[in-house]
């Protein structure tokens, strides 16, 4: 039997599970225990692991087995139950975390001795082509990563960045609720410009300070909200000169902040909470 804890971030939900000293087949548990009606019911798990390189490992899976660099609400969650369970406690205000993205710090908001909050440095956001990467006919890597893409009778303008993970956005004038994310992101995640495939974002400006987003994830499909997601759907809308220093971003499952300091690392700021707790029989 394994214990897991639910929790969600702005309507991100992922399933957390202490994977110390445990053997098991993370790709098909993932697959497994994030189905609605069969399963939990999650956006992924966050599994915990020793780290040589910092306080503490996570490794992200998706709904579809396939393993994620890395997971902007996914570390929030991670780092509330690593320091609400007792497996680590953070230093000076500070926590470690290594990634398949490398080690990210986080700074938690406690109250009570639990987290509710955290703000994760998610990284200098990539705007080089080969380091998304995408692969796209007559575009280098010292070009803007900006393109236009036909989808079911939809012209997208897309820019594309890494933020430790592949994104594609498109700042749209249509309203984004009234857009078919589904059925577009679905193509666009597996279109062969994107190698690695590409988590596919549709953004309205709403203000030089605040952007309504919607996210498909790779892996996941459309979800309530992301942590990398919005940091893309943020910095995308920034390198286009369309918003400033500080952002809100209005998601489906509630709204995350996203700010740059003098060295342009993106911040990513949300709230943490606990669902419930289990155990997996399987």
């Known amino acids: 039997m394994l214990h897991f804890v639910k929790l969600q ?33 999650s956006d992924g798990i966050v599994v915990v692991f020793d780290s040589d390189q910092a306080d503490i490992r996570m490794r992200v899976y998706n709904p579809d087995g396939s393993e994620a660099e890395i997971s902007g609400n996914g570390i929030r969650l991670f780092t509330k139950f690593v320091i609400d369970q007792g497996i680590v406690s953070p230093s000076k205000g500070i ?15 406690l109250e009570n001795g639990k987290v509710i909050s955290s703000k994760v440095e998610m990284g200098i956001p990539n705007f080089i082509a080969s380091k998304i990467p995408i692969s796209v006919p007559k575009l280098s890597d010292s070009d803007k990563p900006k393109f236009n893409l036909e989808i079911l009778g939809h012209n997208l303008e897309i820019t594309c960045l890494s933020v430790g993970n592949p994104h594609a956005v ?29 988590n596919f974002e549709i953004v309205n400006i ?8 919607r996210i498909f994830e790779r892996g996941a499909g459309e979800t309530l909200s992301s942590g990398t997601g919005s940091t893309a759907s943020a910095s995308a809308s920034r390198y286009n000169g369309l918003v400033d220093d500080s952002v809100e971003v209005i ?21 943490s909470e606990e669902v419930f707790s289990g155990i997996w029989p399987k």
Not at 97 to 105: M, N, P, Y
Not at 254 to 270: T, V
């Open 251 to 271: 998601l489906d499952g509630g709204n995350l902040n996203i700010s740059w300091d003098k060295k342009d690392m993106a911040m990513l700021e949300g709230p």
């Open 9 to 41: 971030g702005a309507g991100n939900d992922y399933i957390a599970i202490d994977g110390r000293e445990k053997s098991y087949d993370w790709n098909q548990l993932s697959l497994d225990m994030s189905r609605p009606g069969f399963g939990v019911g």
């Open 206 to 213: 709403i203000s030089r300070d605040k952007i309504r987003a």
């Open 95 to 109: 926590l470690k975390i290594e990634t398949g993205d490398g080690v990210k710090t986080v700074y938690p908001e």
């Open 170 to 198: 498109c700042i749209m004038e249509q309203n984004v609720d009234d857009f078919p994310l589904v059925q577009v992101g679905s193509i666009v995640e597996k279109h062969e410009y994107f190698p690695n495939r590409i």
